[in-house]
């Protein structure tokens, strides 16, 4: 039962994870950039994200653009992007195999096959995971250098945004989630390996009886 109960709170974080991790690819708000100005009126709000760049205006007015040119991005953005994507992917392929190895669900089939549901889909929530927290850092890297770079001007420098914060979080929830189905699927093989059935051989037994009944006679 405790172990029934543990899996259902790595699938919960695994859920958060992956609503998270989809949140973070569609937000536009990966780096911000507010330029007040002289006036507060006129405050002007720029956020950038991976498939569009949004800017805000105090006034109330809102406009994105679309990034249609894949080749003319940034190296960080196009493996942000195709890291992102893969993350999700793979979230989703581990909902779907966790939902049929968990121990308090009726689908799978045997015990065997459940486990290795089970385990499959951790190790694809680490695998997204690991995705969605390298695009996050190495995002993270690049508006920090630019951001310390004496080179480039204050309207031009950014800070990370609430995207960044939702992914990194969300990556730590599938991270955990995946530890947790993992850790649980090898204990039960564990004790399966120390604890081995027993085996009986009839065979042999009535060889050894048949050879006894023959030395009551001698």
């Not at 911000?32 to 002289?38: K, L, Q, Y």
């Not at 009726?106 to 499959?120: Q, R, V, Y």
């Not at 508006?143 to 990370?160: T, V």
Request: glycine letters at 10%; aromatic letters at 12%; proline letters at 3%.
């Amino acid at each position: 039962m405790a172990s029934a109960s543990l899996q259902f709170f790595a699938f919960i974080l695994a859920l958060f994870g992956v609503f998270g991790d989809i949140t973070a690819t569609l937000l536009p708000n990966w780096k911000v950039n507010a330029d007040v100005g002289s006036n507060i009126i006129t405050a002007i709000t720029q956020m950038q994200g991976l498939w569009m760049d949004c800017t805000w205006y105090s006034t109330g007015m809102f406009s994105c653009t679309l990034k249609y040119s894949v080749l003319s991005l940034p190296i960080y953005i196009q493996t942000a992007r195709t890291t992102m994507v893969l993350s999700c992917i793979l979230s989703a392929f581990g909902i779907c195999l966790t939902t049929v190895g968990m121990k308090c669900t009726k689908l799978g089939g045997d015990t065997d096959s459940k486990i290795h549901a089970c385990f499959a889909g951790g190790v694809c929530f680490i695998l997204a995971g690991i995705s969605g927290l390298v695009p996050t850092s190495w995002y993270t890297r690049e508006i920090i250098s630019n951001f310390l770079d004496q080179n480039i001007p204050e309207s031009s420098k950014h800070e990370p945004g609430g995207a960044v914060y939702t992914g990194f979080i969300s990556a730590g929830f599938l991270l955990i989630a995946g530890v947790i189905f993992c850790t649980s699927c090898f204990k039960k093989q564990q004790g399966a390996w120390i604890y081995p059935s027993k085996q009986h051989f009839p065979s042999t037994e009535q060889e050894s009886n048949a050879g006894y009944n023959l030395q009551d006679y001698v």
